[in-house]
């Protein structure tokens, strides 16, 4: 079983990671759900590092890191803030996953998941199961770079989910999915390459 869910994992996300980077931040602006702005940072690479002066580079390699701030009253309650980061993969699939050329799927948008630890305390509608310094839970981050001109715009998009589940797998299963806030940018910018 273990070997199939690997195996569509390896399908569906060698489309979206393919080879490229994307790194950014910004705000969402506060909206009649949202009390408070969403600040966030997020850097994200798979490929081999273009510095290497081996003739035979080691295989590419997976790197994400989230930062994710709600300053404001939310559905769950009060402010909270996470620290996102990539999924622990075997070695081969990592490399699978990152050997491709290819830009991502329309070239300027992005999707990644990863495992995510609370930073700050949170407010009482959070999943319980989450609140931990060891990352367990999933998010996942889509990103589009509407722009593409690499400078400050309010047009990027942004969006982010929570889930409680712990599984890896391709995507986040619904019923899991505690938070979720999306939008363009109110100020910041998100390059993908």
Wanted: glycine letters at 12%.
């Amino acid at each position: 079983m273990r070997r199939w869910v690997a195996v569509g994992l390896v399908s569906i996300l060698a489309a979206t990671l393919a080879a490229c980077t994307g790194r950014g931040g910004g705000q969402l602006a506060p909206d009649g759900v949202f009390t408070g702005a969403a600040s966030f940072g997020f850097t994200f690479s798979c490929e081999r590092s273009s510095a290497s002066v081996q003739t035979e580079p080691p295989t590419g390699r997976l790197r994400i890191q989230l930062s994710y701030s709600d300053h404001g009253t939310n559905p769950l309650g009060s402010g909270f803030s996470v620290h996102g980061t990539v999924d622990t993969l075997p070695p081969v699939l990592e490399s699978m996953l990152c050997i491709g050329q290819e830009p991502p799927p329309g070239g300027n948008e992005l999707i990644f998941l990863g495992r995510y630890r609370t930073t700050t305390s949170v407010p009482t509608g959070f999943a319980q199961g989450c609140v931990s310094a060891t990352p367990l839970c999933r998010f996942e981050v889509i990103v589009r770079d509407n722009d593409r001109n690499r400078a400050p715009s309010s047009g990027d998009f942004f969006s982010i989910k929570l889930s409680s589940g712990t599984v890896l797998e391709s995507e986040l299963a619904p019923a899991a999915v505690f938070y979720a806030r999306a939008g363009v940018l109110r100020s910041g910018n998100l390059t993908i390459d």
